[in-house]
Every structure is written in C-alpha cells, then in structure tokens.
C-alpha cells in the first residue's frame, strides 16, 4: 500500500493557508460572515505574548469556532502581522492521519518556507482532539517553542478541558465558545432596534424593548433556530432543521465524535438516551427513570450522560431542598439542552402558545449562562409540592439570588403560582428575586419580598449581553495590570 507522500501533505498545508499568496484574503466563506462577540474576548488572548500559553478553543460543533479563528487569522494580518508567520492546520482531516502535532510543525515550515524561530509565529490546530494524545505534545511545543502562540480548538468541551487540566496546568488557557446568545442572533440579523434603553442607571442593568410583541417574536424564532449561525441566514434551512442540525451535526457527535472518543459501542442506546433527555429540557429526571425505560444499567447511563455533556450536547443542573442545601444522595436533576434550537431539530419546531413552549423558554435563558465562569453555581431547588428553576449558590452554598422562569403575564396579576418561590424566598432570607413574563414589566411587594417582572425575552437578551460585556471589562482590566510571571516548570 502506498503512503501519501509528504508533497501532498505540504500541497494541502498551503491550500489551507491562502494568505500565504494573498497577504489579506481568508476564504471568502469566512471573510463574508460578522464578527461574533466573542471575538474580543479571544483575540485579545491570542495576542497577550506576555504569557507563554496555549489558547484552548472549546465548544460545540457548528458554533463558528473555525470562523472565529479566520476571523482571527485576519485581525493578526491587518495588524501586520507576516502571513507566512500565521499557520491553521484542520487536523482532522484524513491527509494529516497519523502525523503528530510536532510533525505538522515541521511540515508547516517546509510549506511557508520559514523558520519558527526567526520571530513570533501564530500556529492554529484546529479540531485538536483527534490527535493522540494531543494535551501531552501541546504542552510540549508550548514548553520548546516560547516564540509560537499557539492555538487549538475541539468540540468535546469537557473532555479537552478535563485534559487540559490534567496535563496542560499552566501551558493552557480555556476559552468556552457556546451557541449563539440572543444578544448575538439580534445582532447578527441587525435586530438590536428591538432592544431599548436600560431600565436603571445600575451596572448591567435590564433593557427595556420600544416593541416587546416583535421582540417576542424574534425570540421565539431564536428558541427553534437561533443557536447555529448557519441556520439564522438559511430559510432553507429553518424549513428542514432536522436535516441540517440532527443529521449534520447531532448525529456526527453521537454516531462519530462520541464512539471514537469514548470507545462506545451501542449508538442505539446513547441516541435514545439523548432524544429522551432532549425531549425533558428543562424538566427534572432521574437515573433511575431513565434506566428502566431504556434498560440500561444505571452506571451506564451515567457514563453516557457524562460523555453528552462532555460533547456540550446537555448541561446537568442539581437539586437543592427549600433550605438551599444539597441532598447527600442525589437521584434526581434537572437536564438542559445548551441549545435550544436541538429540540426543534429532534421533533418540531415550536410556536408560541404550544404546550412545552414553557419548557423550552426555560431551557434558552438557561443557555445563556453556560458560558459564564460560575455556572457550576446554579442550582434548582424542590421539596414537597414546591419548586422553584433557578438559583444560584455563593462559595459558602448561600443563596445569592433566585429566577422563576414564566411565559405568561397572568401571574403579576395572580400570585398563587408563586407561592414556592415566596415560600423559598422567606426561609433562606432572600429579600428581591426576579420573575419572567411574557410582555409586562413590573415591580411588586408580595409577602415581604420585592418581586420584579421582566419578559423573558428581555431577560435572556440582557444575561447573554452582560456575561460577554462583563468578561470584556474585566479582561481590560486584567490587561492593564503589569503581566505575572510564567509559572515555573513542574
């Protein structure tokens, strides 16, 4: 059998990295999208050379993490930066098989005609988890070449970052690309008009809407298709979700990324498991439910729920009783997808007014913080014949706030649906908890605690706006500082 010859591995190299040839052209399939906003919070870190890191790219599949990178690639040329110095190797593609990162090092030089010593170099592997282990020759290349950033990315989010924790401390920096927020899928369809003024002069305050029935609309469209920004631009697409994003990339994770990972072997388990799951976003479920109806052995099933949120497929959320404390043995949690629009995909799309609507509003304002660095704080909290969606927990397990999640405005006038809330409110203290609606804002005394309405979708538009906003603040300000010093070699 014939080995690919190392000519082609160069040809594919420099096909790869068109700017080599043409100093400011990326792919126009690239070049034609908008930044999204997580593009000034990335490229800062790429160019931070204070730092000998690695930046470590992570998200699930068809976000817009190769976008992001050329989009990358771009602002390092623009900033003059030599082309030849900028290097993105895919590397699971089937030419680059069996070649290990430190081969790819050598061939890209024997490409572009440079030497990587001879000045600051910006090399990117993208789809890093498809090399042997890849955490350990990273943090080998980031220990032997000071004068390259390097830059990986990957879809198996948790698995890279449980690998980046193990073998790259100190050598890796994680950067969490999520879905689309729906400040992003406003912005991208140039939509902000929807969104108003802040309602307070406070820091990251809630926005107003100048039309909350329009606004309500985009939202509901954002819940069934807004996660992908493929899918925003295609009508083609949003015609047949379960084309683009079940078969295009649900069933790539669960059919390829997850088997391959994870040596599993009966996909017909895990696929029932994950439509199941998708079925309950936002619902509360237990291994135990959940291995009898698919009877599967408990252990399994646990293995296969880490591996799903390993392929940043679902988010696990646990329980908390009416005192705000954890259960010793915990059996039950509550599932969301960390997209939406999967749902719509699985089974149909939905519209306003449907059953499970409430659900799936739920499960998008529950994405938007996936990405923010305390997520692991969130909890919900359920007792006997009392519940309340989310809450969040300080490092000393004190409830630091409270969200019930609602699509309707009956409740600002009818409080009894209210009552596990108030009731959670009064026995952990909690003085001001918000409350979603439909289309009304208000604010109310019920019992003692300072309730304040908001639409749900002014809600979800103002969480992921302020996550993103917050990060590129404290980033500045991080920046300003006098750099700290490389932590030494193990």
């Excluded at 069996?98 to 090399?123: E, K, P």
């Excluded at 073998?167 to 689309?180: E, H, K, V, W």
């Excluded at 809630?206 to 939202?219: E, G, H, K, M």
């Excluded at 969301?336 to 998008?364: C, H, Q, W």
Aim: with cysteine.
């Amino acid at each position: 059998m014939h080995q690919i010859p190392t000519e082609q591995v160069l040809l594919r190299i420099g096909d790869e990295n068109i700017w080599w040839q043409e100093p400011h052209a990326i792919p126009k399939i690239y070049d034609d999208l908008r930044h999204r906003a997580y593009f000034n919070l990335l490229y800062p870190l790429v160019t931070q050379l204070d730092v000998n890191r690695a930046i470590l790219l992570m998200g699930p599949r068809r976000v817009g993490k190769t976008v992001l990178l050329h989009h990358v690639v771009k602002q390092l040329i623009e900033n003059l930066v030599d082309p030849r110095r900028i290097c993105y190797l895919s590397v699971d593609h089937p030419i680059y098989n069996n070649c290990s990162l430190h081969d790819l090092l050598r061939h890209y030089q024997d490409a572009s005609g440079i030497t990587i010593n001879g000045g600051q170099t910006f090399v990117i592997f993208d789809e890093i988890q498809y090399v042997r282990e890849w955490e350990v020759q990273l943090k080998t290349l980031v220990d032997s070449y000071p004068g390259v950033r390097f830059i990986a990315s990957g879809s198996a989010a948790a698995a890279l970052k449980l690998k980046s924790n193990e073998s790259g401390a100190g050598r890796f920096t994680d950067f969490l690309l999520p879905p689309l927020t729906f400040h992003e899928y406003l912005d991208l369809l140039n939509k902000l008009h929807l969104i108003g003024t802040p309602i307070s002069n406070e820091p990251f305050a809630f926005r107003s809407s100048p039309d909350i029935a329009a606004l309500n609309v985009a939202f509901v469209h954002y819940l069934n298709f807004g996660g992908y920004p493929e899918v925003i631009f295609s009508p083609t697409i949003q015609a047949d979700p379960a084309r683009f994003i079940k078969s295009d990339i649900i069933d790539k994770v669960l059919l390829r990324d997850l088997p391959s990972l994870y040596g599993i072997t009966d996909i017909r388990e895990l696929n029932y498991l994950f439509t199941s799951l998708a079925f309950n976003t936002a619902n509360e479920v237990s291994s135990e439910q959940l291995s009898q109806k698919a009877n599967v052995a408990g252990i399994t099933i646990r293995k296969y729920i880490d591996y799903l949120e390993a392929a940043f497929l679902i988010k696990i959320v646990h329980r908390i009783d009416r005192s705000a404390k954890r259960f010793r043995r915990e059996s039950a949690f509550k599932v969301y997808l960390t997209n939406p629009s999967i749902r719509s995909a699985l089974f149909a799309p939905m519209k306003d007014g449907d059953e499970g609507i409430g659900y799936l509003v739920e499960t998008g304002i529950f994405s938007q913080w996936f990405h923010a660095p305390d997520v692991g704080r969130l909890h919900y909290a359920r007792w006997k014949n009392g519940e309340v969606d989310v809450v969040a927990l300080s490092a000393e397990l004190k409830p630091l706030w409270v969200l019930e999640v609602k699509w309707s405005d009956r409740h600002i006038d009818s409080h009894g649906d209210l009552r596990s809330l108030i009731s959670f409110c009064k026995a952990n203290d909690i003085l001001a908890v918000v409350v979603t609606s439909k289309s009304r804002f208000e604010r109310k005394k019920i019992a003692g605690v300072e309730v304040t309405f908001i639409p749900a979708s002014l809600y979800c538009f103002t969480i992921g706006f302020n996550i993103v906003n917050s990060r590129e603040m404290s980033m500045k300000i991080e920046t300003a500082k006098p750099p700290a010093e490389a932590p030494e070699s193990p």
